[in-house]
């Protein structure tokens, strides 16, 4: 009696380990699965599909009978759809496993020059007039954006911007992209907005800014090769006629090192 007593015993226990590992799986998988979309455009999609379950379940509950049927044959195909709509996000959320999130590793001093070096180089272009697209990775994987690019691997320094960004230099028109606080490629092209109010005074480069921002979260610099003035973009908005030292607490903020007062953009 005692020996049956202790089996079931045992095995109550192995099912509520069983069930907690379960659960902490299935919890683990869904917190990747957010750390993979955060700062993407995936967000709004995925919120949509979202939103189609669940009046798939209303529509179920309320006796619906064509709604039911038109969604049922979309849920049943629900898991194809996810790999369609996201493949790159699924590409890139793979090739992202693994790296450090940014500044992770890096001392406060080398946090520091990061901003400085970007700062002086931005106001150094804006004094000369020379156009610039910087752009800082954050959340959202760019790696999609540096195939065409020029790889550089190198700390960021202003020296360099300057001479990658010169009119004299053949990849000068395109973006410098920097990941995990390093320059990693140059020349890119980006994506230019599809924004049809945007004001035609935006040339090519605040354009270009504007629609990476309306699909990841990076942080693009941008220095108007006209007017010489400084824009910063972020989340699909556009900060114009920087100087140095708002720029430099914009980034401060932004990156974490000023966590004391928030610094709003408008």
Request: charged fraction near 20%.
């Amino acid at each position: 009696m005692e020996e049956l007593l202790s089996l079931g015993i045992n095995s109550d226990w192995g099912r509520i380990v069983n069930t907690v590992l379960d659960l902490l799986l299935v919890w683990y998988i869904g917190y990747r699965v957010l750390l993979l979309i955060k700062g993407t455009k995936t967000v709004r999609v995925l919120v949509g599909l979202i939103l189609i379950v669940i009046v798939f379940a209303l529509s179920k509950f309320l006796g619906l009978m064509t709604s039911s049927w038109i969604l049922d044959n979309f849920v049943n195909s629900f898991v194809f759809i996810l790999i369609v709509v996201f493949q790159q996000d699924i590409r890139r959320g793979l090739s992202k496993m693994g790296r450090n999130p940014f500044f992770q590793g890096v001392s406060t001093l080398e946090e520091v020059f990061f901003i400085e070096e970007l700062v002086k180089a931005a106001t150094s272009l804006s004094n000369k007039r020379i156009g610039a697209l910087i752009v800082i990775e954050r959340d959202a994987d760019l790696t999609d954006y540096t195939e065409e690019g020029t790889a550089i691997d190198s700390k960021v320094t202003r020296e360099l911007i300057q001479a990658i960004m010169h009119t004299t230099s053949p990849i000068h028109d395109g973006a410098i992209i920097i990941q995990n606080g390093m320059m990693t490629y140059a020349g890119c092209f980006l994506p230019l907005s599809s924004n049809p109010k945007l004001s035609h005074e935006f040339g090519t480069r605040h354009r270009a800014a504007l629609g990476l921002s309306e699909e990841t979260d990076a942080i693009i610099i941008v220095v108007s090769e006209e007017t010489g003035k400084i824009s910063l973009v972020m989340d699909n908005q556009i900060t114009r006629d920087l100087d140095g030292n708002t720029l430099k607490k914009v980034l401060q903020n932004t990156l974490g090192l000023q966590k004391s007062k928030k610094w709003k953009v408008t």
